[in-house]
């Protein structure tokens, strides 16, 4: 399961890797392939900032623990649930980037 494989994931590569595979999972179902490309390109250009925050802050952890939450929301299908959850996901990790930000090397 994709889930465990980022737990155990030690190298940022891989962290990037099974990050982008467990959104995607979420995200696919709904069958809108501009949607998806849009949501592929706002995190491929986030990538530097996801390294960055995930080897010098805390976040991975408390991510982690969303993902596993979300995950079992789409199983109960406790939808509203599930999105109310991934948009405050979506809003915690830009409120990490920003207060990374003043921190972050000019080339990471």
Do not use: N
């Not at 990050?19 to 706002?42: K, V, W």
């Not at 959850?85 to 080339?107: M, N, Q, S, W, Y």
């Amino acid at each position: 399961m994709v889930l465990e494989k980022l737990d155990r994931a030690e190298g940022v590569d891989d962290l990037l890797c099974f990050h982008a595979q467990f959104h995607g999972c979420l995200y696919t179902p709904s069958d809108r392939p501009h949607t998806l490309a849009m949501i592929e390109e706002l995190r491929t250009s986030f990538e530097r900032y996801f390294r960055y925050i995930w080897t010098h802050t805390g976040y991975r952890q408390e991510q982690a623990g969303e993902h596993w939450t979300l995950l079992q929301f789409c199983r109960e299908g406790a939808r509203d649930a599930a999105l109310d959850l991934l948009a405050r996901h979506i809003r915690r990790t830009g409120d990490v980037i920003c207060d990374a930000l003043p921190e972050f090397p000019e080339k990471p």
